[in-house]
């Protein structure tokens, strides 16, 4: 089994052979950096290269870790209790009957090999960090109301990601392998513009580019990122619009969200990017 | 030092660099090295770089120490630990030892002092540079540093510039460079006793709308109700407590502090729902800054806007000119000249924010020591702590207090 890029995913060949790597050592790999580094997507692509199904857990705040691996319905089996279930095909005493798998539970009963992504883990607080990763370390849970093991069929490919808004637990980082995405560089911008647009002119995206890493390097609060830059090239190209007039951005709301970056923007007022 | 690559094929040697650099290291990264080593998965130096890295490095901040490492290591490149374009390089000793190479060579001529200092630096990572991009391994030129005639007092930067930190914390009006340092940039963190210290100022308060259903009380009701089903509804716990964070971030008194200060800011960001950190120098006048390079100005006024339960965090070490605290003009930024003095200002977000603590970078036995007079003043308007496990515990009690 050997991850390769896919038609529309820019892989450099460092991060292919991490993943491989990863892959080999049947490690979690902790993807770290930015928004617009194609973190998700990594996983996505991993997924259908391998042609491998994928399980996401989208982490939020509120997620208290069993939930991700199953939830008992309760009210349904009270309801089901109380005016019977017969026509639903529901037993009500059936414990499985009333039980929703979560992306976990479902990766590790699945009868084939499957990516499981657990996106944006930094949202979620640490201690469920720690409870999660033992459940991926041991691959298997125990489902508390009847005390029942649930145990990986294959083990999952565990892929993580973090927007590092907090520090994720040195016990969580020290079983992964982690690794830190750099913002795409010019050369392998150039790369991922070509998969979304195959005919752009290049003098118009040479010039787009030279803005767009321009903006970049002012330090805006939030900094345009390659969806941005791709959202901008989209409406550029459907415009036919020229870039060739100085000092004026069309479509500039694409490329900066915040009011007070595009306001800042509009004053020209320096950002103070450097420390003095 | 360092046995060579040769002798060493296990790369032990590596490991123990990377402590030195700064970098945990822990047994179980090694043995899965060595296992992925076995399972054929290093074919070249590239994938080496790669795989060790992903074994070792767990977080960014990290990873120009490892590549530094490594380039040590394995190509016998010492590369200083700073940006390009940091002056400081000519202090380290790779820069000293190079130099020192280089006259040995001829390759540099003439009086050293009449040189151009950005012209060396220059020189210097040029050299670097195309040592990297030899990849030769070739002689190490760089030893284990020592005494070198070209000590940093021959390069002194002209004008005027403040060395060390002085030995009384009373400065008037601070003249030449002022460092703020930034406190949000990500250093390894350490000490979970401040983390542990800091969960219990987040209470967990019902709030919300209420959306869970209360599976006991439900069946209980239920069961009461002779088996009609009867939901019962609890509120949604969340936590709901704000923190207003004030950090001293300027002059030289607080540079001595400035890895604590780091560290409690980096724990408090971690920790709360909702935190607004503003920074000042010494002590509080009309405005507070928004970022630690004091440019984006607020005024104090707005802050005691914002709602009475905020909790409020001022951290500093309270040493001052008294000045600064009781003259209308002490303050050290020129355009504050006409104002209200600190101490008026302080005793506003008292009255304001009940819930308050001031922390202290220095330990409590040496508050009698330097700065001593106004840290005592300002003790008299707020409680303080100072930036220990204990003293974050009573402070956390201080600010657990009802209004």
């Known amino acids: 089994m050997e991850f390769q890029g896919t038609d529309n995913y820019y892989l450099n060949p460092e991060l292919q052979s991490i993943v491989n790597m990863a892959i080999q050592m049947e490690k979690p790999l902790l993807l770290t950096g930015e928004p617009g580094t194609g973190k998700t997507q990594l996983a996505f692509e991993i997924s259908r290269s391998l042609g491998m199904p994928l399980e996401i857990l989208r982490a939020k705040s509120t997620i208290k870790g069993e939930e991700t691996c199953y939830v008992q319905d309760t009210v349904l089996r009270l309801n089901d209790a109380r005016f019977g279930g017969a026509d639903t095909g529901r037993d009500v005493n059936q414990f499985f009957d009333y039980i929703i798998w979560g992306p976990i539970g479902r990766a590790f009963r699945s009868e084939e090999r499957v990516v499981l992504l657990l996106d944006e883990i930094d949202k979620t607080e640490s201690d469920v960090q720690d409870n999660l990763l033992d459940v991926l370390d041991e691959k298997q849970f125990t489902i508390r109301e009847i005390n029942q093991v649930i145990q990986a069929k294959l083990p999952p490919l565990i892929l993580i990601t973090s927007n590092a808004k907090r520090e994720l637990s040195d016990p969580f980082l020290r079983r992964c392998f982690c690794h830190h995405l750099a913002f795409p560089s010019r050369e392998e911008m150039i790369e991922i513009v070509k998969l979304h647009f195959a005919e752009l002119d290049a003098k118009l995206l040479d010039t787009a580019l030279n803005i767009f890493y321009e903006l970049r390097a002012r330090g805006f609060e939030k900094a345009p990122a390659t969806s941005e830059l791709l959202d901008w090239l989209q409406a550029l190209k459907s415009s036919e619009t020229d870039l060739q007039v100085p000092d004026q951005i069309p479509f500039l709301g694409a490329l900066l969200k915040r009011t007070e970056d595009i306001l800042s923007f509009r004053n020209g007022k320096q950002q103070p990017g450097s420390r003095w | ?403």
């Open chain 2, 1 to 403: 030092m360092v046995a060579p690559p040769a002798a060493d094929p296990v790369f032990l040697g590596f490991f123990y660099l990377l402590q030195e650099y700064g970098i945990p290291v822990n047994l179980h990264y090694l043995i899965d090295f060595y296992a992925g080593l076995q399972k054929g998965l290093v074919r070249n130096i590239d994938e080496l770089f790669v795989f060790l890295r992903l074994n070792l490095v767990k977080k960014a901040e990290h990873m120009d120490a490892f590549e530094r490492a490594f380039a040590f290591y394995f190509f016998d490149i010492d590369i200083p630990d700073l940006a390009e374009d940091d002056p400081e390089v000519l202090n380290t000793r790779q820069f000293q030892e190079w130099l020192r190479q280089a006259i040995a060579n001829k390759e540099i001529t003439g009086p050293i002092w009449q040189m151009d200092r950005e012209q060396l630096i220059k020189k210097f990572w040029e050299t670097l540079k195309q040592q990297m991009e030899r990849h030769d391994g070739g002689k190490r030129w760089v030893g284990t540093g020592g005494a070198s005639p070209f000590g940093h007092s021959g390069m002194a930067q002209p004008g005027v510039r403040v060395h060390g930190p002085g030995g009384n914390r009373s400065a008037i009006k601070a003249i030449g460079e002022r460092n703020y340092i930034d406190y949000a940039s990500s250093h390894a963190l350490k000490g979970t006793n401040i983390r542990q210290a800091l969960t219990a100022l987040k209470k967990l308060q019902p709030s919300g709308a209420p959306t869970e259903l209360d599976i006991h009380e439900t069946i209980s009701k239920t069961a009461q109700n002779g088996g009609e089903i009867e939901l019962v509804f609890a509120r949604e716990l969340r936590d709901k407590i704000s923190v207003l964070l004030l950090i001293d971030n300027g002059g030289m008194s607080m540079l001595p502090h400035a890895e604590l200060t780091r560290l409690l800011f980096d724990k408090l960001k971690d920790r709360f729902k909702s935190l607004k950190t503003y920074y000042f120098h010494n002590t509080i006048y009309q405005r507070v800054y928004a970022d630690p390079y004091h440019s984006k100005p607020i005024a104090t006024e707005k802050l005691l806007q914002l709602p009475k339960e905020t909790r409020v965090i001022i951290m500093g070490d309270a040493s001052m000119a008294p000045d600064e605290l009781y003259a209308s003009r002490g303050s050290l930024y020129f355009e504050d000249e006409h104002n209200e003095t600190s101490m008026h200002w302080l005793s506003k977000i008292k009255e304001r924010f009940s819930q308050s603590v001031w922390l202290n970078p220095i330990l409590k036995e040496h508050w009698q020591q330097n700065g001593a007079w106004t840290l005592h003043q300002i003790r008299s308007v707020f409680e303080m702590e100072d930036l220990s496990l204990n003293g974050i515990k009573k402070a956390v009690e201080h600010l657990n207090q009802k209004s």
